[in-house]
Each structure stands twice: as structure tokens, then as C-alpha cells.
């Protein structure tokens, strides 16, 4: 019987982090990134480096010290505006947030930073980027669980860098709330099911020369509900009171290394041509695209 109910926890565990998500609303913090990332790859005339985001109510904005140039987003409004430059002394209104959002994705802009892809990430993610250290965190809230859980992706690239990267992921805190097991001599598997998928080794052919050396540090908490609570409800020995949250901290370092495939990555990803293989019996499996 124990054996059974075990079995059938893992499974739920296993299904749950393989379920997908829609992510419906957005986030003004994560579009504000977004938007101001997609400025400084598209326009490095007038936002000549990439500067990380600060905060003055009601101002999400990044100050570019050589064009001595303003640009932000007014949470009250909703608007975009620059100062400073060409646009002079006073704060000139660009366009409204989401209508500029839209516009990105319509043209398949790069909203990412430097360091990490952050196109088609979920809303709440905020990510930062100053030097080579990056914070990716919710701000505190709980988020559904996104289907990618590599929260840096190496930017696609144009051409071939020569760079390998090992990543190595290692948690320094995680929690499971909202689910209770009372099974005697059956140690909680949900708890080191978190830790196991939060750790880990990826390794980047062609990565960005800004990965390199790069440092991630993680500050996240994520809504898994409507993955577990259906799956749980009535079977011995556990106890749901939702919602059930995963909150975690961890922390990503990278390393230049000579060949991916002879690293003990569990996957390797090759930003130029696209390619991904994953650990299967000790050998790397090409998997298709």
C-alpha cells in the first residue's frame, strides 16, 4: 500500500511540472523590461549600454548616463516616456505600455536582456541585469509554474561565438505549501521532488559573450493548484489546503568549458543553430525541434 501511494505522488508530481500553463495578464514591471530592453537593442543611438531599472513611485525607468537620456514608464498612466537627448527637458510621451508590448511582438523584437532570453517568459517574472550578476524574482507574489525552467536562455544567436558554458543550478532555500503528508516511514517526496528539479547542470554551445562568467540569482514563488490540488484530493495520508505554492531561492553560476558533450550537463542548447539534447542513459539525445 505505501508503495502504491508513493508511486502514485511521484506520478502527480512528475505530471504536474510537465503541465502547461496560459499566462493571460500582463505585468507592468515584466513589460516595463521588456519594452526598456527592446529599446536598448533596437535604438543603441540614444540608450548606448544596458542599465538596470529603477524604482520611484509611480517611475520604472533607466537613466543612460553617456546620452544623459531618460527613459521609463509611469505606472499610473500606463505611459512611456524619455527625457533628455533630443526630447529635451521635459518628459515626452511615446505611447501607452501595452500598445508598444503588442508592437514588439508583432515585429518579433528582442525584449531580452543581454544575458538571458526573455521574450516569451511569464508574467511577474522581473529580470535585472547589472554587470554579469542577474536577478530574476517575483516580487514576492506566486506565479503559475512555467513550463521552462531555465530562467536565463541564452539569446539566440546570429553567428557562431566558440563559447561553451556549463551552468550549475543550487538551491539555497525552497518550500512547499498547501500540502500536508502524514505517511509514516514515506519521507515528504514533493520537497526533494522541488529540490531536484530546481538543481542542475545546462551547458550553452555559441552562447552570448555576455554569459560568460555570469551569475543568476533567483528570488521566485510559484502556483501549482490547479496542477496538484485534482490529483490529491482523497488519497490517504495527505492533506491539500490550497494554495499550493513552491517558493525558492537559488543560484546559477557559469564556466567557460572546452566541449559541452564531454560535461556532466543533464542538457545542452546551441544558441546559434537552435539544437537541444538532453542526458538519456549517460549519452546526450538529440531531441527535435
Known amino acids: 500500500m505505501k508503495h502504491r501511494i508513493k508511486q502514485f505522488i511521484l506520478s502527480a508530481c512528475s505530471l504536474a511540472l510537465l503541465s502547461s500553463f496560459n499566462f493571460a495578464s500582463a505585468d507592468t514591471a515584466s513589460d516595463a ?56 527637458n521635459n518628459p515626452t510621451f511615446i505611447d501607452s505600455l501595452p500598445n508598444m508590448i503588442t508592437h514588439i511582438v508583432n515585429l518579433g523584437g528582442n525584449g531580452s536582456i543581454p544575458a538571458c532570453n526573455t521574450a516569451n517568459v511569464p508574467a511577474g517574472l522581473v ?29 539566440q544567436q546570429a553567428s557562431a561565438t566558440g563559447i561553451s558554458l556549463l551552468t550549475t543550478s543550487n538551491v539555497t532555500s525552497s518550500e512547499i505549501r498547501g500540502i500536508t503528508i502524514d ?5 515528504n517526496p514533493f520537497q526533494s521532488f522541488a529540490n531536484d528539479s530546481l538543481n542542475g547542470k545546462h551547458c550553452t554551445i555559441n552562447a552570448p559573450r555576455e554569459s ?19 490529483q490529491l484530493q482523497g488519497v490517504p495520508g495527505i492533506t491539500v489546503n490550497p494554495p499550493i505554492t513552491m517558493a525558492a531561492k ?24 537552435n539544437e537541444v539534447w538532453i542526458k538519456k542513459n549517460g549519452d546526450f539525445v538529440k531531441v527535435s525541434n
Open 33 to 88: 523590461e521588456t519594452l526598456l530592453n527592446w529599446a536598448e537593442n533596437t535604438y543603441p543611438e540614444f540608450f548606448p549600454s544596458h542599465q538596470a531599472t529603477q524604482s520611484i513611485e509611480p517611475w520604472l525607468f533607466r537613466y543612460y548616463p553617456e546620452a544623459g537620456i531618460y527613459a521609463g514608464v509611469n505606472k499610473t498612466d500606463n505611459g512611456i516616456y524619455v527625457l533628455g537627448g533630443p526630447w529635451g
Open 127 to 155: 529580470f535585472t541585469q547589472s554587470g554579469n550578476v542577474v536577478n530574476v524574482t517575483t516580487n514576492g507574489q506566486c506565479i503559475p509554474l512555467p513550463t521552462n525552467p531555465n530562467l536565463c536562455e541564452a539569446p
Open 183 to 187: 505517511l509514516p516511514g514515506i519521507p
Open 212 to 230: 560568460a562568467n555570469l551569475t543568476v540569482h533567483s528570488d521566485v514563488c510559484y502556483d501549482m493548484t490547479s496542477a496538484f490540488e485534482g
Open 250 to 273: 537559488n543560484t546559477i553560476t557559469s564556466q567557460t568549458v572546452a566541449d559541452c558533450f564531454a560535461t556532466d550537463a543533464n542538457s545542452i542548447y546551441d544558441a546559434f543553430t
